[in-house]
């Protein structure tokens, strides 16, 4: 399902554990990470689309999170030809998101990465909240840096001392923030598609 522009209606998870990490998972049988995401069907509404994917990737179900907040309006990426299929070209243009920040209120052994036949991570973990801006594949980073920042206001507290809580902004790499690596660290290598990969404007689930 495309708009008239080309984009297919999309959802992005930012889900946090207590310590205001963000989940992070592998893609299956490939060596790219990223959020939960996943289109959104005919008759869903974003918020209904976010809990499908939520529980087929992450097998977690609605009284498992808290909504923290979701971005105002959509925001947008375009895919390069050279990743989307080619009998797509020419009518699919990118995603059109709509990003949740979730806050996780079970326990981490209730993720399940098999909640379906059809899993889409085979590893997860925890990371600084701005790490996968620096780590994702390039065509999504300017999308994970806008909602990331457009989110980054309704993070919960933590201690007094949070130094997240008492920046003024909330650029990449700001001394100060989640995800400063700090001085002399390595930095994680970009994650870029595999071999052969493609986007596709209509994947299953």
Same mark, same amino acid.
């Given at each position: @399902?495309?708009? +008239?522009?080309? &984009? $297919?209606?999309?959802?992005?998870? /930012?889900?946090? #554990? ?6 992070? =998972? ?12 996943? =289109? /959104?069907?005919?008759? %869903?509404?974003? %918020?209904?689309? @976010?809990?499908?994917?939520?529980? %087929? ?9 808290? /909504? !923290? ?6 925001? $947008? ?11 797509? +070209? =020419? ?20 993720? #399940? ?22 780590? !994702? !594949? ?7 840096? @806008?909602?990331?920042? %457009? ?11 949070? +130094?997240?809580?008492?920046? =003024?902004?909330?650029?990449?790499? $700001?001394?100060? @923030? ?8 390595? +930095? ?10 493609? &986007?596709?404007? #209509?994947?299953?689930?």
């Amino acid at each position: @399902m495309l708009d +008239r522009e080309g &984009f $297919r209606p999309n959802v992005g998870i /930012i889900l946090l #554990n207590q310590k205001n990490q963000v989940f992070w =998972g592998k893609r299956i049988r490939t060596h790219s990470w990223q959020f939960p995401q996943g =289109g /959104i069907d005919r008759g %869903e509404s974003p %918020e209904q689309a @976010m809990y499908r994917e939520l529980h %087929e990737e992450v097998g977690l179900k609605p009284e498992h999170v808290r /909504i !923290v907040a979701r971005t105002r309006d959509w925001l $947008r990426y375009e895919v390069p030809d050279r990743y989307i299929r080619r009998d797509a +070209r =020419g009518f699919y243009k990118g995603q059109k998101q709509i990003w949740y920040l979730l806050q996780l209120m079970a326990q981490d052994h209730q993720l #399940n990465l098999r909640a379906t036949d059809h899993p889409e991570f085979d590893a997860w973990r925890w990371t600084d909240y701005w790490v996968p801006v620096e780590v !994702v !594949v390039e065509v999504k980073r300017g999308v994970y840096e @806008m909602a990331l920042t %457009e989110l980054a206001r309704y993070v919960p507290r933590q201690e007094r001392n949070n +130094r997240f809580l008492r920046s =003024g902004g909330s650029r990449i790499g $700001r001394p100060g @923030m989640p995800g400063d690596l700090g001085p002399g660290a390595v +930095r994680p290598a970009h994650f870029e598609l595999p071999p052969g990969a493609s &986007f596709d404007p #209509n994947p299953q689930g």
